[in-house]
């Protein structure tokens, strides 16, 4: 039975791999993703099912308090979903497998062995942006599913499929999904993030935050004299926000999943903008960084850390004391999350992985945030589980091709099984072709 439905995913392989590559075409960094949802409604409708827009609502994402600030235009932009109804839901539990079409920037396009959107297939490598972060994932989900209705199962319960936007900044292209009702309130989900040969069953919550420095503009021949360097005075308050993390860190004792990791919070200065002449002394300058928090801990407390560390390292600074930075918020302001190891959905997609690998995945935590979080918190148990990947967000990013298929076999067999499945004649058949099954 596994036999043939492991069949059934190997003769996907080549069409898997097509879609991988052109997935990774599509350059979808933050404002460009619709090149890949047009890609995803394709690959959906090509396993029969009928794709459908969840379009991003800037108002109602605001208006919910989980949704992560943004300052950019969401109009246009759409998450594509696709629902393969269960044939007896009281009888099958429902599923969604997620995944995510943005991906981060190439970081350095010249330190790349080829272009990050040109797809480069070397052995069992696929190179790209985005290879692993996460479009094998999606790729593996929906072959997983290809796999399953070519070999004629139907299920019992729902399975709905999700590729969605915005995950690498806010995370609101999942929310938005969950807040028009798709997939919202379903038994499991699994989203197909490059976490291979373990299950992801705690991760942290992430704050982007922006510290606006301002400066006294001058010659920069009478830079001692008459200047102030912003740039100069964002150093001293990145000083001190390190102070920060190492608080955070010697924290880390009191949270069960962390406790063992050295270094569970990161602070990221990521982007930095100051100035806009090389002898002009910066007028201002603009700090963009991004820290984690422990499951359990509010956004909001993070926040007031923050602030009250920024106001500290400019009370006590001559230069900053006059003019006190700003802490802005655009981006991730989300809470981490875990699931218990004992729910069904990880012993369930444990011994499906463990059906095709012959020994169970290991339960493990990170040190990121992915959009599990909102199903949890809504009460459906969320896993990562997917692809092996190396160089996510880095140079040369690379997913294997041999592990996207047989993440696509664990999930088939984990679908068959969380679902259930219906060998009961269709209403309509049992009267040879009647199609009104209400006789
Ligand atoms: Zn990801």
């Not at 040109?118 to 593996?140: E, I, N």
Request: charged share 20%; net charge negative; glycine share 10%.
């Amino acid at each position: 039975m596994s036999d043939a439905l492991d069949e059934a995913v190997a003769a996907q392989a080549a069409w898997m791999e097509d879609l991988l590559v052109e997935l990774v075409a599509a350059p979808t960094v933050l404002g460009a993703e619709e090149a890949g949802q047009a890609v995803m409604a394709r690959a959906f409708a090509d396993c029969g099912l009928d794709p459908v827009d969840v379009p991003l609502d800037a108002r109602a994402l605001r208006a919910d308090p989980h949704a992560s600030p943004f300052s950019w235009d969401v109009a246009g932009k759409r998450n594509v979903v696709a629902t393969w109804a269960g044939e007896d839901p009281d009888r099958g539990r429902s599923l969604v497998l997620n995944g995510h079409v943005d991906v981060v920037p190439p970081a350095a396009a010249d330190l790349w062995t080829g272009d990050p959107f040109v797809p480069r297939r070397d052995g069992d490598w696929l190179y790209g942006r985005g290879a692993g972060d996460m479009k094998a994932g999606l790729v593996a989900m929906t072959g997983a599913v290809r796999a399953l209705r070519a070999s004629g199962v139907r299920l019992r319960g729902d399975l709905h499929l999700q590729s969605v936007v915005e995950e690498e900044c806010t995370g609101n292209g999942t929310l938005a999904c969950l807040l028009a009702g798709h997939g919202d309130g379903a038994d499991a989900a699994v989203l197909t993030e490059p976490h291979p040969d373990h299950l992801t069953l705690a991760q942290v919550g992430v704050l982007w935050f922006h510290v606006d420095v301002r400066g006294v503009p001058a010659h920069a021949a009478r830079a001692a004299a008459l200047g102030r360097n912003a740039f100069d005075a964002a150093g001293r308050i990145l000083d001190a926000l390190r102070g920060l993390e190492g608080e955070l860190n010697a924290e880390r004792h009191a949270h069960a999943w962390y406790r063992d990791h050295e270094h569970p919070i990161a602070l990221n200065p990521g982007v930095v903008g100051a100035g806009d002449w090389t002898s002009t002394v910066p007028a201002a300058c603009t700090l963009s960084c991004r820290l984690g928090l422990y499951p359990g801990q509010d956004p909001a407390a993070i926040m007031a850390r923050v602030e009250t560390t920024v106001a500290r390292a400019a009370a006590s600074d001559p230069f900053l004391v006059a003019r006190p930075p700003v802490v802005r918020y655009d981006g991730f302001r989300c809470e981490g999350s875990v699931v218990d190891e004992d729910e069904p959905l990880v012993r369930a997609l444990s011994a499906a992985y463990a059906g095709v690998h012959g020994t169970p995945p290991a339960l493990q935590a990170t040190t990121a945030t992915t959009d599990a979080r909102h199903f949890v918190r809504r009460g459906t148990p969320a896993v990562c589980f997917g692809p092996r990947a190396e160089e996510i967000h880095g140079i040369d990013e690379r997913v294997s091709c041999a592990s996207m298929v047989e993440t696509a076999r664990v999930l088939a067999r984990f679908v068959r099984t969380w679902c259930g499945e219906t060998t009961e004649v269709r209403a309509g058949a049992r009267t040879g072709g009647e199609t009104d099954g209400n006789s």
